[in-house]
């Protein structure tokens, strides 16, 4: 079965501090993907990655950067954490031109 | 640019309703249109899709129709249960390229 798994449910952060949110995906996906969802904006792309070590820059990748240093694995890194980043963060994998398969989300504060 | 527009929510209806969500697209190519459902604390599910004009998508009593013509993937379901009380979005893909272009969701309650 197809599994996309976030490291965290829930997080709360203070202000200026570098959070790292993960994603590991168990189906070989080239592709991976960090979305943010907010209430009346949808889900906005903040960076996708293609390749290990490949990325590009999704719709808001502002205070945002990713790592990819294994096919499995796709973080998000919050270099200084701010309030306006208070959000649900989702994870998303596919193969090339195929559908994504989504994460359970990580909600996170940020104080 | 791509854009999905869905219609505004939230949508309440009772149970054996009839529903309809409305979605609608912009694209500079061919798209491929999706719905996602996202249950109450879950990530995303496809729910269902369909890669090219007068296709139609259905999944769980769930149908909707790529509408070239008017530009459009509106989702239906004859009668809707409680349990299908989530967010819907509408979602778009350009042929050849990965990223998905989503609407901003719709969030549906069903009372008994």
């Known amino acids: 079965d197809v599994k996309v798994t976030q490291s965290s449910r829930y997080l709360v952060k203070r202000t200026g501090e570098k959070v790292f949110l993960e994603c590991v995906q168990d189906?070989?996906?080239?592709?991976m993907f960090w979305y943010r969802q907010d209430p009346g904006l949808g889900l906005r792309l903040i960076y996708f990655s293609y390749d290990v070590k490949m990325k590009e820059k999704g719709d808001i990748p502002e205070g945002y950067s990713v790592s990819r240093e294994k096919k499995e694995r796709f973080s998000l890194i919050l270099e200084s954490a701010s309030t306006n980043q208070t959000s649900m963060y989702l994870c998303?994998?596919?193969?090339?031109?195929?559908?994504?398969?989504f994460g359970a989300g990580t909600r996170l504060s940020v104080l | 640019g791509d854009s999905v527009t869905q219609m505004e929510g939230p949508v309440t209806l009772s149970e054996e309703a009839f529903l309809t969500i409305n979605c609608t697209y912009t694209?500079?190519?061919?798209?491929?249109l999706f719905w996602y459902v996202q249950y109450p604390g879950e990530g995303l599910q496809l729910l269902l899709k369909a890669t090219k004009a007068d296709d139609k998508g259905s999944n769980k009593g769930f149908e909707a129709t790529y509408r070239k013509e008017t530009t459009s993937f509106h989702l239906e379901k004859g009668s809707v249960q409680v349990s299908d009380s989530a967010v819907y979005f509408c979602a778009l893909i350009i042929q050849g390229a990965q990223k998905l272009v989503f609407g901003q969701g719709t969030r549906l309650t069903i009372n008994p």
């Open positions: 694209a500079t190519g061919y798209p491929s």
């Open positions: 998303a994998s596919s193969l090339w031109g195929k559908i994504q398969y």
């Open positions: 189906m070989d996906h080239e592709n």
